[in-house]
């Protein structure tokens, strides 16, 4: 019986211990419910596949030289940010990992751990210009903190997939003339882990660039609140030089990426704004790289080439201008901004300075300057700046972390969010609360021309800053101007203030 015993108990153990084994299998090899797997120390490659749909071509690259052993060929053609320092490099079945996609799902491994990704089309993109590409955003089932931002074309993929504080990101980095028929593009993978912060501190610009005479008015909180209300649209023209045009392997994907992010931010609820694209402009792109001061005045140069004029032809409240030329400088953003601003410029490459890189033109450099600038628009400005319309910073563990609109190029460390009293923020630092009272006014820069009301004052062609005071005031006690004439409307007084800011 005691023999008998003990072999019942042995053999209870060795299933009991069977199952564990299976346990921790079967673990390995499905959705994680927790946040800790994707910071593991997990060798396992590529860093993330999507899978199926992956093939792994060289694996943990350190310098971009090493890839010139493995055949790759003009290894200088080749948009690998300068911050990143270890990447895998992989192609996709981008049309069959496209059909997936639509779908609504599809699968992902990182590092070792297997994901299943819900997505669903965002509504910017629905509503944006219908461009063949497409942008999506969901969670990782079972993770929490696990989220995932796509875009894609007929040929390549943008996408971050973030788990707590680190990112995985999917770069396609071959130029435009190296696209060929049926051949799957290059990309590389790397997490956020990888990367270096800048080697100079750098200004991402050096703050709202005022248009002559322009001084926002306490009168001007009036016209705020007559146009406030829930969701509102703001239409925005997106521009390129033939620069960043050809050495992108796409650069209408490139930069629906990042204003699918910038719309993400402007879209949440204590803002309550919506970015729509009306056109990714490519129409003028040799004009912009033959100007001569493309360089040294970018904002200037493209608002030569895209007066409001032309704004207000493609039915554009607001226009930018993402540049392939590393300006002069120690900056790479500037904004005409609220109010009756309408341009802004954001650098796309890597920017030098005194022999270092204050800015790596990486995804994540390009979106958080991009919302930078739009940031401005809204009147949104930077730390130390009057009022409660300040960037905010904040430490979490040993890391520290900076909103948005702060004035000097943090690396990964920069958050794409604005500061706000709901979150990342409090009631000084919150320029969520600005954009919100400001969104109203600048929809309504671009309006449809219903007849211009009398105005005795205008006997010149040239708007004044005192006929706009008047007009306010008027406008203010419901008096209008002459007899026989209209009630001045509020997008009447917008659109005196946007010809007066923009005159030569």
């Not at 089932?141 to 990101?169: C, P």
């Not at 607001?318 to 790479?332: F, K, P, R, S």
Request: with cysteine; aromatic share 8%; glycine share 8%.
């Amino acid at each position: 019986m005691k023999a008998r015993t003990r072999t019942t108990i042995f053999t209870a153990l060795v299933v009991i211990l069977l199952l564990a084994g299976t346990s921790i299998v079967l673990t390995g090899c499905t959705s994680t419910p927790v946040s800790e797997s994707v910071r593991m120390d997990n060798e396992e490659r590529p860093v993330l596949e999507f899978e199926g749909f992956t093939q792994m071509m060289i694996s943990s690259v350190n310098t971009k030289s090493e890839l010139g052993a493995h055949g790759i060929p003009e290894l200088e053609e080749l948009t690998i940010p300068i911050s990143v320092k270890q990447f895998d490099l992989v192609t996709f079945n981008v049309t069959d990992l496209r059909n997936r996609i639509q779908k609504g799902s599809v699968s992902l491994r990182i590092k070792g751990n297997s994901y299943d990704a819900e997505l669903k089309r965002t509504e910017f993109d629905i509503r944006s210009v219908d461009n063949g590409i497409y942008s999506y955003r969901g969670t990782l089932k079972g993770v929490n903190d696990g989220r995932i931002a796509l875009t894609i074309s007929s040929r390549a993929v943008i996408a971050e997939v973030t788990i707590g504080d680190e990112s995985i990101w999917v770069k396609p980095v071959e130029p435009r003339k190296r696209m060929k028929g049926g051949e799957h593009r290059l990309h590389i993978v790397y997490s956020s882990k990888d990367t270096e912060l800048p080697t100079r501190h750098g200004k991402i610009d050096n703050g709202p660039v005022r248009l002559s005479s322009q001084t926002p008015t306490e009168e001007i909180r009036a016209l705020e609140v007559a146009t406030s209300g829930s969701t509102t649209p703001v239409e925005l023209l997106v521009a390129t030089d033939n620069k960043f045009y050809e050495d992108e392997d796409d650069w209408e994907l490139t930069a629906q990426g990042i204003i699918d992010e910038a719309n993400n931010q402007f879209n949440r609820d204590d803002i309550d704004l919506n970015l729509l694209v009306v056109d990714y402009d490519k129409s003028k792109r040799h004009n912009l790289s033959n100007d001569p001061d493309i360089k040294s005045k970018p904002l200037d140069t493209f608002k030569k080439h895209f007066p409001t004029s032309y704004l207000d032809s493609k039915s554009a409240d607001l226009a930018i201008y993402l540049g392939g030329y590393d300006a002069d400088g120690n900056t790479h953003g500037e904004t005409w901004p609220y109010l009756g601003g309408r341009h802004a410029w954001a650098q796309m490459v890597k920017d030098w300075y005194l022999g270092g890189w204050t800015y790596d033109g990486s995804p994540h450099g390009r979106r958080v300057t991009t919302i930078h600038e739009l940031g401005h628009f809204f009147y949104a400005d930077h730390e130390g700046s009057a009022g409660y319309r300040q960037a905010y910073d904040w430490w979490s563990g040993l890391n520290h972390y900076y909103t948005v609109m702060w004035s000097t190029n943090k690396g990964s460390n920069g958050k794409y969010e604005f500061s706000s009293d709901d979150y990342n923020g409090d009631s000084t630092h919150d320029n969520a609360r600005r954009i919100n009272e400001t969104k109203g006014v600048v929809a309504n820069y671009n309006i449809d021309d219903n007849g211009t009301p009398c105005n005795p004052w205008d006997d010149d062609g040239i708007i004044t800053a005192s006929e706009i005071m008047s007009a306010i005031t008027l406008w203010s006690a419901q008096t209008p101007p002459a007899p026989g004439c209209d009630l001045l409307t509020a997008s009447d007084i917008i659109s005196m203030i946007t010809t007066w800011s923009n005159q030569s």
